[in-house]
């Protein structure tokens, strides 16, 4: 099973834990933009989209507006192609539009089930979304939900480099479907 790793605005730097996933996971893919300064929806929808036909059943492996990327996902056809969905730290792309126009075509946030299996990630004090709008994302999109109390954006400026918690999150929703594969196979 393939993990799709999508980084948000401005990609993820050298350190950053998505990163360092590309270097320790055989299985672990990028999801590279053609414009990480300069994020289109449209755009980088068609990009996840083709990754995502060429590695059905992925897990999708998400940070900062990589997860509000994914929550548009859900609504779209190949949606059904997504086996799990780890959004770590999701930015508030509503206020981001408010501050930058270039945030614009990713608001509003989606509001319904996304339709797969998903776990949120959130810090209490990251400054790209508040933890209560977070926690409420996370309820509405009927995902988990993990508090990871004050660690910033969960990026390198937080401290994170390798990231051993975020594989055990990812691995979790794998298990059910390999399971689910090995009683369909006897």
Request: proline residues 6%; glycine residues 6%; charged residues 20%.
């Amino acid at each position: 099973m393939t993990t799709l790793i999508i980084p948000g605005y401005r990609g993820s730097e050298s350190g950053h834990w998505q990163r360092q996933w590309l270097e320790e996971d055989d299985t672990a893919r990028l999801v590279e933009q053609d414009d990480w300064e300069n994020p289109v929806l449209s755009q980088w929808l068609y990009v996840l989209e083709a990754k995502l036909a060429e590695t059905p059943d992925a897990i999708l492996v998400a940070h900062s507006l990589g997860c509000v990327l994914v929550s548009h996902l859900a609504s779209r056809p190949s949606a059904a192609h997504v086996a799990g969905a780890l959004l770590v730290a999701p930015a508030d792309a509503e206020r981001m539009a408010t501050q930058d126009p270039k945030f614009r075509s990713f608001a509003p946030l989606p509001r319904q089930n996304l339709g797969f299996p998903s776990i949120v990630v959130a810090s209490r004090n990251d400054p790209y979304m508040s933890f209560n709008k977070a926690q409420a994302l996370a309820g509405v999109w009927g995902s988990g939900f993990v508090d990871v109390e004050y660690a910033g954006h969960i990026n390198v400026e937080s401290g994170f480099g390798s990231w051993p918690d975020g594989h055990i999150l990812a691995n979790s929703m794998r298990r059910p479907q390999e399971a689910f594969r090995t009683q369909r196979a006897a």
